[in-house]
């Protein structure tokens, strides 16, 4: 019911959006991807690499100190001990898969902070494949150790020039390239984002997160599935990844986290459930920050993983069918939650991730609620960020 339709839609979200230029490459997929992924030998070379590359599974750890602080049982799913420091990684695993399958050669892939760029580059070299990265010559400027992890794993990065020389405008490169290299080329898109199959196949490779979740709450806590799972959106892979298996278990409460930025009605936000309506972004209907003649609003988050001014498909239809209740955090209140987090814990969250660890503050759950908060990633590559704003 929360899943994609054979049509690619989620509800009325979804759907492939395409300049008719595009339609070969994204058909192709859409024709082969579910047969690919169902075949045994591509089951077990996705799970052999998951497991002795990424370092899955990923353990499900109870945070004794956050849990009494917060008076209720908070699991975190450590998705910040993958190789590469998040999930991103076991998309960019299963898409390179799918890619060998199809007999493609040459990978292409957008990147805003750099992050995806990175996962994309990290499985190329793995594979050996010809790895192209568009990112805007602002970002580049910007994220200056994402472009050189890039490099060094042996991908070119292409500045993008035109418009605001960021993310939206990588996209559009990218779409270009994909257009003119119809048949060698794969596109591997980064979050549930994108014209069908994408949403749907990204969301397949993630979801070996709430599977998972499942098995290791039999373990520890004799039951399959939690009161809450809880996980921020930026596009919504982390989150549509740890939610997979428990959209159709009506008691399981599925909480999406937003960036308010420095408030919803700032100006400068993030938060798309909040100030979006429906439109279409990146070939696919969905909700979206924009102006009232459609075009796009710029996002701002002080998380770089979060600063997207629209959520796929499945959390535009879990937002308006009520099933997910969303919830938007602060750059401010998300900057204390990381570094709570940090003293607690041990543990120095992502900034996109700390959105989700900040709603305990006001979000009460009780005593013997299990809530699992997906942790999205690691906080190495924020430190410039938590040290400029708490002066450390
Ligand atoms: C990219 C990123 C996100 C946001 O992307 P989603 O597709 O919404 O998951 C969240 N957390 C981390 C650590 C990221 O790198």
Not at 18 to 33: A, D, F, S, T, W
Not at 145 to 159: D, E, H, I, Q, S
Request: charged letters at 20%; proline letters at 5%; glycine letters at 10%.
């Amino acid at each position: 019911m929360y899943n994609v339709n054979e049509k690619g839609y989620y509800g009325e979200f979804g759907g492939a959006y395409i300049p008719e230029m595009l339609y070969p490459n994204v058909e192709e997929l859409r024709k082969n991807y579910v047969s690919i992924l169902q075949e045994p030998s591509f089951q077990e070379e996705f799970h052999s690499l998951l497991k002795d590359y990424v370092g899955r599974p990923t353990p499900l750890y109870f945070a004794k100190r956050f849990s009494e602080k917060y008076n209720t049982k908070v699991y975190l799913k450590r998705e910040d001990l993958c190789h590469t420091g998040a999930h991103k990684v076991n998309n960019t695993i299963g898409q390179i898969l799918m890619a060998k399958r199809l007999g493609k050669s040459r990978i292409i892939a957008e990147t805003g902070a750099g992050q995806h760029g990175v996962a994309t580059a990290t499985v190329c070299a793995l594979m050996g494949l010809e790895c192209i990265v568009y990112m805007g010559a602002i970002d580049i400027e910007r994220q200056a150790p994402n472009v050189a992890r890039m490099k060094m794993l042996g991908a070119t990065v292409v500045p993008a020039n035109s418009g605001s020389k960021t993310l939206k405008d990588a996209t559009n490169e990218a779409i270009r390239d994909w257009i003119n290299h119809p048949t060698n080329t794969h596109y591997i898109i980064g979050s549930v984002v994108g014209p069908h199959p994408y949403p749907d196949m990204v969301a397949r490779f993630q979801s070996v997160i709430s599977e998972e979740i499942s098995t290791q709450l039999s373990e520890k806590e004799n039951r399959t599935a939690p009161d809450y799972v809880v996980a921020c959106v930026g596009g919504g892979s982390n989150a549509a990844g740890a939610y997979y298996h428990f959209l159709d278990h009506p008691a399981v409460g599925i909480i999406a986290v937003e960036a308010a930025g420095q408030g919803v009605n700032s100006g400068k936000s993030a938060a798309t459930s909040a100030l979006g309506n429906i439109g279409i972004i990146h070939g696919s209907k969905t909700l979206l920050m924009q102006t009232a003649d459609g075009q796009i609003t710029e996002p701002y988050s002080i998380s770089a993983g979060l600063d997207y001014p629209g959520v796929g498909p499945m959390h535009a239809h879990l937002f308006t069918s009520g099933r997910g209740e969303f919830i938007s955090v602060t750059d401010k209140d998300a900057m204390q939650a990381g570094i709570s987090l940090s003293k607690l814990e041990g543990i120095i969250p992502a900034i996109e991730t700390s959105h989700a660890l900040a709603i305990f503050e006001n979000r009460k759950f009780k005593p013997d609620d299990v809530v699992v908060v997906n942790l999205s990633g690691r906080g190495d590559k924020d430190l410039n960020t938590y040290i400029k704003h708490f002066n450390l």
